[in-house]
């Protein structure tokens, strides 16, 4: 079963009164990984430098790098791609709020991409087709659970089948 974030008043003030969340889930925590990277570079470069130059000033500069990953924690912990019977949206945004979104009816296609490291880490990527032009959501990377979450979404999006081939 895939874990759904129950508890967000976030993802309710987007449905309109006669929806109910399918499916609504975070990125994978796997998108963090640069903004941790970059405090954990800082965190040597600055000791380094402080420790031969003398420089203590220079902590200043790793607290900017923390500053930018706590920002990118919050930034990640307010998005979600969301499923309802009629949509497929994703919510993000701090202090700007952002809604892409796409009809189920709209949807003709939706293929699951997993890369090497996405594989490693547990997560992976959806590209959804639709009919028409081109629209705001057609990527929607770091999905958690991807076989899991795909097959989901694509029985939400097409309806399921229950019927056994014998």
Request: hydrophobic residues 50%; aromatic residues 10%; contains cysteine.
């Amino acid at each position: 079963m895939v874990h759904r974030d129950t508890s967000s008043r976030t993802v309710d003030k987007y449905l309109m009164s006669y929806e109910g969340r399918v499916i609504a889930v975070r990125r994978h925590p796997a998108v963090l990984l640069l903004p941790v990277s970059v405090v954990v570079a800082g965190l040597v470069a600055c000791a380094a430098i402080s420790a031969v130059g003398g420089l203590i000033w220079v902590w200043w500069l790793w607290l900017l790098t923390l500053g930018y990953l706590v920002w990118k924690v919050i930034a990640w912990s307010v998005e979600f791609f969301l499923v309802t019977e009629h949509r497929v949206m994703v919510i993000n945004g701090v202090l700007n709020r952002n809604v892409a979104m796409m009809p189920l009816a709209k949807v003709t296609d939706i293929a699951l991409n997993r890369s090497v490291i996405g594989q490693l880490l547990g997560y992976g990527e959806f590209v959804m087709e639709s009919a028409g032009q081109k629209q705001a959501l057609r990527n929607v990377d770091h999905m958690p659970y991807p076989e899991q979450l795909y097959l989901e979404v694509s029985s939400v999006i097409f309806g399921t089948i229950d019927q056994s081939p014998d």
